[in-house]
């Protein structure tokens, strides 16, 4: 049998029976990712002497113990690069420090193993803007594994890893596990610590598991969960058993359908694999009623004022003098903050943080940031009141399936748009998955994977997970 290929739950069964050992796990990836990842291009580094080590010694009695997990190249992880995708941080940094998340999978046993690819600086949909390869999805090498996470996705789709962190501001990790066919789990604000991430947009990230099923991102979410004293926004609500009543189904559950989510400008083929996956649930015994969110329309606009403003922030420590590239020097202070910036963001990135500076420079703050924040609660505010009448909310993930590399090229706000179905769940803080919901052909005859979007209130991942579970066992295999 292919250990890589294996979930986490069937891989514990047989690290627990003594049938297999830590180790035949790397190894069997190793092999995986020598076969595939040229191909594939998911993972920017791994220290595979590091692995075998970790897996040496791994304690087989904890939750994880064993089981190698891959993680997003902006999540720290002691003496191991962390470049963010970047040309900044290419050449030499090496995390000082594990982020929460890295230091909890480690004492829940787990063995880290490789850093994935992404957007730089976690600034894109494709993983078409890292600065270090392209990454392709296995399903179709042609087209994008989406992103940013798209590295974290694509490698647990392809079989080079059996399960991995990513991190979401704005979709980054339920598209890419919708155009990739595996399951992306975004955790309510404050569910999940945030220390030891590199910050896009502070108020809006979010780290969370890519997985081959649901079972196990109830896993990985139960080892990463929890209260931070390193991080004041996160939370001290207790962490509940996110196993405990995984398998209810949804009998008896309200799940709300939002009308705009389901006008114009989605594929015809992905509106009804979304609806063929909701009407499996109402069948499986969930009452569907259709809701609104009517400030929907404002998210993308909202997202793109307040995420580059945040970002124009985070990024400016960014400057050739403390850790990462430098160039210039030979002038004065600004000439190197210049010259380092320069050489070190790509297009993308210097994009968003002009984007952001301006929007919070003086005479332009109030119309835009101000407003922006406004139009912030009252979409944080639409879900409150649809959460007071529905357990759970479905919709798509994406307008589309997975498109070609370069198809958007030049063309940056289509590919803004791609979000426009995930941005909302960041804005109001709430927790959101996606689950594979079925296939679709392509124009050259592939198929497909398309997931469906479940959003939860906020805090409220253990009936999510329901939700998804119920919708994973009914869905036609992706």
């Known amino acids: 049998m292919s250990l890589a290929a294996s979930s986490i739950t069937r891989l514990r069964q047989l690290l627990v029976s003594g049938e297999i050992s830590p180790l035949d796990i790397v190894e069997d990836l190793e092999a995986a990712i020598t076969a595939r990842d040229a191909d594939v291009g998911a993972f920017l580094s791994r220290d595979l002497a590091a692995a075998r080590e970790a897996a040496a010694q791994a304690d087989l009695s904890l939750p994880l113990g064993g089981i190698p997990i891959a993680l997003k190249d902006n999540i720290n992880a002691l003496g191991e690069p962390c470049t963010c995708a970047s040309r900044f941080l290419e050449n030499g940094y090496l995390s000082p420090y594990d982020a929460t998340v890295t230091r909890k999978l480690r004492e829940a ?9 992404m957007d730089e600086f976690a600034m894109g949909s494709a993983t078409e803007n890292s600065a270090l390869r392209v990454t392709r999805n296995p399903r179709d090498l042609s087209r994008v594994p989406g992103g940013s996470s798209g590295g974290s996705a694509a490698a647990v789709a392809a079989h080079t890893a059996i399960a991995a962190l990513g991190s979401d501001t704005g979709g980054s990790i339920r598209q890419p596990a919708s155009h990739c066919g595996v399951v992306g789990l975004k955790p309510s604000y404050g569910r999940v610590s945030r220390f030891g991430l590199v910050a896009f947009a502070s108020s809006l990230d979010q780290i969370g598991p890519l997985t081959r099923s649901v079972d196990d991102a109830a896993v990985l979410l139960q080892a990463i969960a929890g209260h931070d004293p390193a991080d004041s926004t996160s939370l001290r609500t207790p962490v509940p058993d996110y196993l405990a009543e995984i398998d209810r189904g949804v009998s008896g559950m309200k799940l709300g359908l939002p009308r705009e989510y389901f006008g114009d400008g989605i594929d015809p083929a992905v509106r009804a694999t979304v609806m063929a996956a909701v009407d499996r649930l109402q069948a499986a015994g969930a009452e569907i009623v259709e809701i609104s969110l009517p400030h929907t329309e404002h998210a993308v606009a909202t997202y793109y004022i307040l995420a580059p403003a945040e970002a124009s922030s985070n990024l400016s420590r960014f400057d050739g003098i403390r850790y990462g590239v430098r160039h210039g020097g030979s002038g004065d202070l600004l000439d190197l903050y210049r010259d380092s910036r320069e050489a070190g963001f790509g297009p993308e990135v210097k994009r968003r943080i002009l984007l952001g500076t301006y929007v919070l420079s003086s005479g332009y703050y109030d119309a835009y940031y101000t407003r922006a924040q406004k139009v912030r609660t009252l979409i944080r505010r639409d879900f409150e009141q649809a959460f007071a009448g529905v357990d759970a909310i479905l919709s798509p993930v994406a307008p589309g399936a997975a498109r070609k590399i370069g198809e ?17 769940a960041n804005l109001a803080g709430i927790c959101a998955i996606s689950v594979p919901a079925g296939e679709i052909e392509s124009d050259t005859g592939t198929r497909l994977p398309v997931g469906l979007q479940i959003l939860g209130p906020h805090l409220g991942e253990a009936s999510l997970l329901r939700v998804a579970k119920a919708a994973e066992a009914t869905s036609t295999p992706a």
């Open 109 to 117: 046993g787990a063995v880290i193993f490789g850093r994935t690819n």
């Open 408 to 424: 958007n090229a030049g063309n940056p706000l289509q590919e803004y748009l791609s979000d426009i179905f995930t941005l909302s």
